[in-house]
């Protein structure tokens, strides 16, 4: 794994109230790590955790117990937030302000305000398809466009790392895909990007590592492709096959779908070497072999009920 | 910059703040109504000067007198709101996911107060000189005292409001600065204190609260004709290197508090 951009070491987070007992573990003992020039999706349920931990990296809350590095320093260091965007969950605004004037705000709080910067702002709220809006105060934009401005006040200045917090919410399904694709175009410039969505076939498309958490645990943590990667079937596709082959499958629990292109055999891994066998010998020529992926929808919801069903 | 971007902006805010609109608007009719009698008896010509000095003298003191308690509010409220509004409406997230320490996020909250209240006292300026022009008295004093004491008066009722709102509701942190101000009116020395404070307990609350009657600016203030009170350089520096000190010491509490502060939306 590339060097890591953000880390969490053994992360506890309790809400405690004052003058009473009651407590709420958010975070109990996580651990994980995004790499520099990764797209990391943060997956979890509602109240699985996911804005405490971002808010952790953030700096705006504070741990219990463990260790949280960002971009190698600890959360809430000026040195790491000069290069981190953040779009926070429901982002707020200065009802008051135009556009313009909001990023302008937030050009000068990051201490990079010049006339050159300022003058990419209209070409950044181009981008996320707010020109057009620049005389319109913030107080009477739309959710969507809400959402949109506050991708573009994370876009600012260029950073290295993105911290996104449901990104594409409130966005109709023509806007969630601009901004997948404005993901993308940071992801080939070798930006990190650690987002949080329940919008998982998306996530899918664009990440590179998953965490997946609930009710303040980590359940699961890797790559995305390791992870879409069942290991227990196999997909092996062949120019043909015989009758007496396509029975014996049939018998062992195989299904056999003819296509165009040939015939596409899912069956147990354990049972891959002898079913490649039974095709070569037979004559027939195996194409591929790859292992069957799951979505990533099937995969989170098969680890958070399996999770349920330990609770 | 990144503190002044955030006085500048916390000032924007307060101009189109509906509460303080609310405030100055029914503050402006209260002024306009006392401002009747005085107009009244500018227009009564056959009245000696000697007839209406008295009542124009009583009137004019009560104004001001009136003036100085809104500003105390305004400036306790402005700081207590300012700071809970940025983290009920979660602005506060997108500002301190910038580059910006939270004791400069504070102190750019606390410097808009301060503009809000500098302009509140150029306004009230103003109209204390227009109201003795009214009613035909001339304001003796070094105008700096005017503006000058106000200020630190309110910036030490905006710094401990500023203090208790990093810890508690902002309605609440408003009520126990007025508690606290009517407190230290009431234990000023001079004064016959209520029967339920010994004398002890006075001398400690009167050292412990902001001597609000010792930064008066009306110590130095004589609406008469009479000769002006002798006061040296040497007193208002002291007097106001007290005010300022106390402020400071409350908005660096103020820091304190927050620097470990959680900004979950409340």
């Not at chain 1, 707010?130 to 466009?145: A, D, N, P, Q, V």
């Not at chain 1, 790392?161 to 919410?169: N, V, Y």
């Not at chain 2, 979660?90 to 939270?102: D, E, H, K, M, Y």
């Not at chain 2, 700096?144 to 810890?167: E, N, Q």
Request: with cysteine.
């Amino acid at each position: 794994m590339p060097a890591a951009a953000i880390e969490f070491q053994n992360v506890t987070k309790v809400y405690r109230r004052m003058f009473r007992e009651e407590q709420v573990t958010a975070l109990s003992c996580v651990s994980f790590e995004a790499g520099a020039g990764e797209v990391c999706a943060f997956l979890g349920p509602n109240g699985a955790g996911k804005t405490t931990a971002i808010g952790l990296l953030m700096g705006f809350h504070f741990a219990d117990s463990g260790e949280i590095r960002v971009l190698g320093c600890a959360p809430g260091d000026v040195r790491a937030k000069q290069q981190i965007g953040f779009l926070p969950e429901n982002f707020a605004f200065y009802k008051y302000l135009t556009a313009p004037k909001l990023l302008r705000f937030h050009l000068a709080l990051a201490g990079s305000w010049s006339a050159e910067a300022a003058a990419r702002i209209p070409e950044l709220l181009a981008k996320v398809r707010l020109h057009g809006y620049e005389e319109m105060k913030i107080g009477r934009y739309s959710r969507g466009m809400v959402q949109r401005l506050g991708l573009a006040q994370a876009f600012l200045g260029s950073p290295r790392l993105l911290i996104l917090d449901e990104p594409t919410s409130g966005l109709d399904p023509a806007g969630r895909k601009e901004i997948l694709g404005l993901l993308l175009a940071l992801k080939a410039e070798g930006k990190t990007v650690f987002l949080s969505s329940h919008i998982l076939p998306e996530v899918e498309q664009i990440c590179d590592r998953i965490v997946i958490i609930d009710r303040g645990r980590l359940l699961r943590a890797g790559r995305l492709q390791e992870m879409l990667a069942t290991g227990d079937r196999v997909e092996v596709v062949a120019d043909r096959i015989t009758e007496e082959i396509e029975q014996a499958a049939a018998a062992s629990g195989a299904v056999v779908e003819r296509g165009p292109n040939g015939v596409r055999i899912v069956l147990d891994a354990a049972r891959k070497r002898e079913m490649v066998e039974a095709l070569w010998n037979a004559g027939c020529d195996v194409v591929s072999i790859n292992p069957v992926k799951s979505s990533l929808e099937e995969v989170f919801l098969k680890v958070v009920e399996h999770r349920e069903g330990d609770a | 910059m990144k503190v002044r971007v955030i006085a500048l902006n916390t000032f924007a805010g307060f101009l189109r703040n509906k509460l303080i609109i609310l405030f100055v608007a029914i503050f402006l009719c209260i002024l306009l109504l006392f401002m009747t009698p005085l107009l009244m008896m500018k227009a009564m010509s056959g009245q000696t000067a000697g007839q209406t000095e008295s009542p124009v003298l009583t009137l004019v003191g009560a104004l001001m007198s009136m003036i100085s308690g809104f500003g105390s509010l305004l400036a306790a409220w402005s700081a207590a709101d300012t700071v809970a509004d940025e983290m009920k409406s979660g602005t506060i997230l997108a500002v301190l996911a910038r580059p910006v320490r939270r004791w400069e996020f504070l102190l750019g909250k606390y410097l808009g107060v301060q503009l809000l209240m500098a302009v509140y006292v150029l306004f009230t300026f103003g109209f204390s000189y227009l109201l003795a022009w009214i009613g035909g008295e001339h304001i003796q004093t070094t105008p700096w005292v005017l503006i000058v004491y106000p200020l630190v008066r309110y910036a030490i009722c905006s710094a401990i409001a500023m203090f208790l709102v990093t810890m508690m509701h902002p309605v609440m942190a408003f009520g126990i600065v007025l508690v606290t101000a009517i407190l230290a009116l009431m234990v000023q020395p001079g004064l016959r204190a209520p029967a339920f404070l010994p004398g002890l307990l006075k001398t400690v609350v009167y050292t412990l609260l902001p001597s609000t009657a010792l930064l008066s600016e009306s110590r130095f203030l004589t609406i008469t004709q009479a000769s002006l009170q002798k006061i040296t350089w040497d007193v208002h520096a002291i007097t106001l290197t007290y005010g300022l000190d106390y402020a400071l010491i409350w908005f660096l509490l103020a820091v304190w508090s927050f620097r470990r502060r959680s900004l979950a939306r409340d």
